[in-house]
T-cell receptor, first 111, second 118 residues
Framework: SQQGEEDPQALSIQEGENATMNCSYK?????LQWYRQNSGRGLVHLIL?????REKHSGRLRVTLDTSKKSSSLLITASRAADTASYFC???????????FGQGTRLTINP | EAGVAQSPRYKIIEKRQSVAFWCNPI?????LYWYQQILGQGPKLLIQ????????DSQLPKDRFSAERLKGVDSTLKIQPAKLEDSAVYLC????????????????FGEGSRLTVL
């Protein structure tokens, strides 16, 4: 079963613009992670935010977490063509090491 | 550090045939996962191992899918007999997973094995 739901399912923007993707989940979590997947490749970890954190930065990435609303957002600033990929949120529950992935957002950066 | 290795990268079989996928995780990673990713969807967990023991196989179709990690290192996932709906990419991932160790919670994925069932 899928825990997270990303919104939008697809996003197309111009290079240099910011891209925002949202993730909602249903049950209590220990942490939430974001992964990127280029076409035909495996997933690559981008960032992890723990349930007691509200915001985290890594380079051009900014992740927020609102546990009261059971939602997270991923912001990519100053997008580049190389950011074209699918982005997935994944949730980890307390006491478990498994990650449950959402359906993903397909991001296209137009040059 | 070598990444997660998977083989084969691509496999085409007829329905009712069998297929096996192999995964070698990052050295020292105790936790190994097999995920199924159908085109256009997110990865779905099939099975999770901690060393050579199964932690979670609740979504593994056990009538046709089997997986093992006999020595707690590499793993195989088998499908027998295959159905059309098994067409997907099978992703292997590993994680440090050692209590008290430097487990960042991050999963490391292989490139995947793409299965097409005709």
């Amino acid at each position: 079963s899928q825990q997270g739901e990303e919104d939008p399912q697809a996003l197309s923007i111009q290079e240099g613009e910011n891209a925002t993707m949202n993730c909602s989940y249903k049950t209590s979590i220990n942490n939430l992670q974001w992964y990127r997947q280029n076409s035909g490749r495996g997933l690559v970890h981008l960032i992890l935010i723990r349930s007691n954190e509200r915001e985290k930065h890594s380079g051009r990435l900014r992740v927020t977490l609102d546990t009261s609303k059971k939602s997270s957002s991923l912001l990519i600033t100053a997008s580049r063509a190389a950011d074209t990929a699918s982005y997935f949120c994944a949730t980890g529950a307390n006491g478990a090491q498994k990650l449950v992935f959402g359906q993903g957002t397909r991001l296209t950066i137009n040059p | 550090e070598a990444g997660v290795a998977q083989s084969p990268r691509y496999k085409i079989i007829e329905k009712r045939q069998s297929v096996a996928f192999w995964c070698n995780p990052i050295s020292g990673h105790a936790t190994l996962y097999w995920y199924q990713q159908i085109l256009g969807q997110g990865p779905k967990l099939l099975i999770q191992f901690q060393n050579n023991g199964v932690v979670d196989d609740s979504q593994l179709p056990k009538d046709r899918f089997s997986a093992e990690r006999l020595k707690g290192v590499d793993s195989t996932l088998k499908i027998q007999p295959a159905k059309l709906e098994d067409s997907a990419v099978y992703l292997c991932a590993s994680r440090t997973g050692r209590p008290g160790g430097r487990d960042t919670g991050e999963l490391f994925f292989g490139e995947g094995s793409r299965l097409t069932v005709l």
